[in-house]
């Protein structure tokens, strides 16, 4: 029998809603966690971890003697992403000194400074020494920060820990956002473009500049291999813990919210198992969609994702099947449709398209202009290749994308570890504006920003606070 008085109702089909769960379970705390397939991160969010991801989730399996987390490394799978800034390909993912090497290798102004800098790795000890370094670094910084209880620290924290044989590569790079005046055309074009992509792709903010502890992340996260995580069944996993140490689950959508005086006071479920009346809720994923609630409005625009799948009259050339590739150009960023990722399978191309978020747009409306974009980036980036559509299926996921246009945000040293919490409103009338007092959100609204780990500390600090 599901209890109806709970301390925490936590929405959201994401393994964040169950670190989150868990934490409060073993304080002591009644939680359900519900999967309301209407509110939720997408793939971007929870798909894909770098190696100061994996780190801080082996630091959490540890602390709390979580096999799921400390075992991380058996839900991943490696793989490469080709990313292409205009015609130029960069492929990242490997081991660090391989991504490192296509970095100065395709921006050699940008990544490598022959005068003051040494690693041109063309010995085995200066690979093997990268290789360590970086790995340890980020064992390390994940675990100082996974301990680290003050927010206002974490910045300090995280560049005092970059060993010095890495910290001459990332001044290097960080200096090119106070000097681009100085730059080429095209080389400004490529940094800005780079910049953009890599950040959208790996911390869901759409810039061309960022704070120093942003570049950080950024930095090393290009640095990084990238791991693809079987994600569903690390949820099964720590569905299961969180069950047995008492926690309840529905995988069913809210029906009827009551408000009273800016709280939350009751809910019912498809189910007809009653009024639950919660002293807390949580929502933790991109943005709430056919539910009486809405997000605070903030300065920044936001972007959401067209998840679009062609099917194709003849198998895709070998060579680009299982690739993950991603896109941009110069001419692209400010725009509307400013880049998006393509996964090639036998003989189809299922394509991720940043949007600018608007109201009521209609697939229906964007359809055919949205099919000829791709089909010219297509040819543009592969004009070998022949491809003949013969079906095209859309849907908007529930990714989101924050805009930033602080320009001067390299000046900053802060980046998003401090607690920002968008509040969550009733919207059950028009002109109705009231914040609930007993709701909380959690995901890229709140300024995330460094995606998936900037949620993980964010998740980690609430876990023990609330």
């Given at each position: 029998?599901?209890?109806r ?10 393994f ?16 359900l ?5 209407r ?14 991801d ?7 399996g540890?602390?709390?003697d ?21 015609k ?63 927010a206002?620290?974490?910045s ?11 910290k ?27 910049v953009?992509?890599m ?15 942003e ?9 990084s ?5 079987d ?13 047995a140490?008492g ?5 069913l959508n ?15 479920l ?8 919660p ?12 539910l ?26 070998k060579l ?29 191309a ?67 570890f ?17 914040r ?9 609204y ?21």
């Open positions: 029998m599901l209890n008085n709970l301390d925490y109702a936590l929405v959201g089909h994401n964040f809603a169950f670190l989150l769960s868990i934490g409060l379970l073993n304080r002591g705390k009644k939680v966690v519900l999967d309301d397939d509110f939720n991160y997408g793939d971007f969010f929870t798909n894909s971890l770098t190696s100061l994996v780190e801080f989730i082996k630091a959490w540890e602390s709390m979580l096999a799921p987390l400390r075992n991380i490394e058996s839900y991943l799978s490696p793989g490469k992403v080709y990313f292409y800034v205009g130029k390909q960069v492929v990242l993912g490997d081991v660090p000194h391989r991504n490192f090497r296509e970095l100065c290798r395709k921006f050699p102004s940008l990544f490598y400074d022959a005068q003051k800098l040494s690693g041109t790795f063309s010995h085995e000890n200066e690979i093997i020494s990268f290789d360590s370094v970086y790995n340890d670094f980020c064992q390390k910084v994940s675990a100082l920060l996974f301990n680290e209880k003050s206002g620290k974490m300090l924290l995280f560049e005092n820990s970059i060993p010095e044989d890495l001459g590569h990332f001044n290097h790079f960080f200096s090119h956002f106070s000097q681009k005046e100085g730059m080429i055309e095209q080389e400004l074009y490529d940094f800005n473009a780079l953009f992509m950040r959208g792709f790996f911390q869901n903010r759409l810039s061309i500049t960022g704070s120093k502890s570049i950080m992340h950024l930095f090393f996260s290009l640095v291999p990238y791991y693809k995580l994600h569903e069944r690390l949820i099964a996993d720590l569905l299961s813990h969180h069950l140490i926690g309840e689950f529905k995988k809210l029906q009827d919210l009551k408000f009273q005086s800016g709280l939350v006071k009751s809910f019912e498809e189910s007809f198992d009653g009024l639950i009346k002293q807390k809720m949580a929502f933790i994923g991109g943005y709430p969609v056919g009486p609630i809405k997000l605070q409005a903030t300065q920044s625009a936001s972007y959401n994702c067209l998840n679009t799948v062609f099917h194709f009259k003849d198998e895709v050339p680009l099947q299982g690739k993950k590739c991603v896109f941009t150009s110069p001419i692209k960023i400010g725009t509307e449709r400013p880049f998006w990722e393509v996964y090639f399978d036998e003989k189809t299922t394509f991720n398209m940043i949007m600018a978020k608007k109201e009521g747009t209609k697939i229906d409306f964007i359809r055919e202009r949205v099919k000829s974009i791709l089909m010219d980036d297509l040819n543009f980036l592969f004009p070998e290749y022949t491809f003949e559509l013969v079906d095209t299926k859309m849907k908007f996921t529930l990714d989101v994308f924050i805009e930033d246009k602080d320009y001067s945000a390299y000046k900053r040293t802060e980046a998003g401090r607690k920002k919490i968008t509040g969550v409103l009733e919207d059950t009338a028009p002109f109705l504006i009231s609930l007092k007993n709701v909380l959100y959690f995901g890229p709140n300024e995330d920003s460094l995606g998936t780990f900037s949620s993980l500390i964010e998740i980690k600090r609430w876990q023990e606070s609330l």
